[in-house]
């Protein structure tokens, strides 16, 4: 899904829905944006810089597969200090698992296409529920159900 807003959004509702998990603690819940962003970061970072006449443009969406995003995931784990590396990992899978979910819900956008199964499979997946165009109503709605699902938001409205 192209919008960012959605996917933060759905972090966000993740964190309410098991808010005492560890990884949606207040220091490792950033990891779990981060790896809501991370497969748009790598894909879209290596599509800007190569060129749209390159061959290698369009492979470019490999590095969005959860193939990918598991090898970029563990490599990004080892930078942490040996005792927090589950956590961080688990952190940041969850995070990019929730990205995928919510592209593969959605019909292919632009010159993207969703190789889920990739090594495995060359073929490209997706449950079109709902149109790339409609990704503004998802945005709407995964921010509203985030944001009713806040205890802290109800229990501020409740007092008032």
């Given at each position: 899904?192209?919008?960012?807003?959605?996917?933060?959004?759905?972090?966000?509702?993740?964190?309410?829905?098991?808010?005492?998990?560890?990884?949606?603690?207040?220091?490792f819940?950033?990891?779990?944006?981060?790896?809501?962003?991370?497969?748009?970061?790598?894909?879209?970072?290596?599509?800007?810089?190569?060129?749209?006449?390159?061959?290698?443009?369009?492979?470019?969406?490999y590095?969005?597969?959860?193939?990918?995003?598991?090898?970029?995931?563990?490599?990004?784990?080892?930078?942490?200090?040996?005792?927090?590396?589950?956590?961080?990992?688990?952190?940041?899978?969850t995070?990019?698992?929730?990205?995928?979910?919510?592209?593969?819900?959605?019909?292919?956008?632009?010159?993207?296409?969703?190789?889920?199964?990739?090594?495995?499979?060359?073929?490209?997946?997706?449950?079109?529920?709902?149109?790339?165009?409609?990704?503004?109503?998802?945005?709407?709605?995964?921010?509203?159900?985030?944001?009713?699902?806040?205890?802290?938001?109800?229990?501020?409205?409740?007092?008032?």
């Amino acid at each position: 899904m192209p919008d960012l807003i959605s996917h933060a959004a759905s972090a966000y509702l993740f964190r309410n829905l098991i808010p005492k998990l560890r990884i949606c603690q207040k220091q490792f819940f950033i990891l779990v944006l981060l790896g809501v962003f991370l497969p748009d970061i790598i894909s879209r970072g290596a599509m800007i810089l190569l060129s749209e006449e390159s061959d290698f443009f369009l492979t470019s969406q490999y590095f969005h597969t959860p193939f990918a995003c598991f090898f970029q995931t563990l490599i990004i784990s080892c930078f942490f200090i040996r005792s927090q590396r589950v956590t961080v990992f688990l952190a940041l899978t969850t995070g990019w698992l929730l990205h995928e979910a919510f592209d593969v819900m959605q019909g292919v956008l632009g010159p993207g296409y969703y190789f889920i199964l990739w090594p495995l499979s060359s073929q490209t997946f997706t449950l079109n529920i709902f149109p790339d165009s409609a990704w503004y109503y998802v945005a709407f709605l995964t921010t509203l159900t985030a944001l009713l699902t806040n205890k802290t938001l109800i229990k501020k409205l409740k007092t008032k």
